[in-house]
């Protein structure tokens, strides 16, 4: 369990703070990948990505094709939710927040030097993330110059944290809201 019912509410958002640090960078831990939810008009539009970067004022950093629909989505409308799961811990986190696609170059660049070799082939692909081809081999045609071009950063800055703890004596929820960058914190019905 990441939390009990005698853990201070101010513990628990340091502990939920702690294993996003971890998720982002041990490749082994359960909060690496997250489901990130963002909207296509009026429809959720949900996909795994893999948690790059965790700031500790909770904000939380993806990568992704520049020619992605998830960018275009974030472009048109800002808000995204994310979700956790710790299997071993049976701790569920859910965040909701502010998408941004990050467009300053020097922290592209940053980051993108960071990238291994073999994961930036990712982001070399000739034709971008959907486009229908006849044979799934066209897909793989790259551009092996290892450019940054449609390489993009995905910032998520939280608004609502909510943790669901699930244990045999009694689930535990308790929900975070960020007001006026001050964190308030309610315990829900689980």
């Known amino acids: 369990m990441l939390f009990t019912s005698s853990s201070s509410e101010k513990e628990i958002l340091s502990i939920i703070s702690k294993q996003l640090l971890l998720g982002s960078t041990d490749a082994r831990?359960?909060?690496?990948?997250?489901?990130?939810?963002?909207?296509?008009?009026?429809?959720p539009d949900s996909r795994y990505v893999?948690?790059?970067?965790?700031?500790?004022?909770?904000?939380?950093?993806?990568?992704?094709d520049s020619r992605s629909e998830k960018v275009a989505q974030i472009n048109k409308n800002?808000?995204?939710?994310?979700?956790?799961?710790?299997p071993i811990e049976r701790c569920q986190v859910k965040i909701g927040g502010k998408a941004q696609i990050i467009t300053n170059t020097e922290l592209i660049k940053e980051h993108w030097n960071n990238v291994q070799t073999e994961a930036k082939k990712g982001?070399?692909?000739?034709?971008?993330?959907?486009?229908?081809?006849?044979?799934?081999?066209?897909?793989?045609?790259?551009?092996?110059?290892?450019?940054?071009?449609?390489?993009s950063i995905i910032k998520v800055r939280a608004k609502q944290i909510e943790c669901l703890q699930l244990d045999d004596?009694?689930?535990?929820?308790?929900?975070?809201?960020?007001?006026?960058?001050?964190?308030?914190?309610?315990?829900?019905?689980?």
């Open 29 to 43: 831990h359960p909060f690496r990948f997250v489901n990130l939810c963002t909207l296509d008009g009026n429809q």
């Open 50 to 64: 893999v948690l790059r970067e965790f700031k500790e004022d909770l904000a939380l950093f993806f990568y992704t």
């Open 78 to 86: 800002p808000n995204a939710a994310l979700l956790f799961y710790h």
């Open 123 to 151: 982001y070399q692909s000739v034709l971008a993330p959907k486009t229908a081809v006849s044979q799934p081999e066209e897909g793989w045609v790259q551009e092996l110059k290892y450019q940054s071009k449609n390489f």
């Open 169 to 190: 004596e009694g689930h535990l929820r308790i929900g975070f809201n960020k007001k006026q960058e001050v964190w308030q914190s309610t315990w829900l019905v689980p």
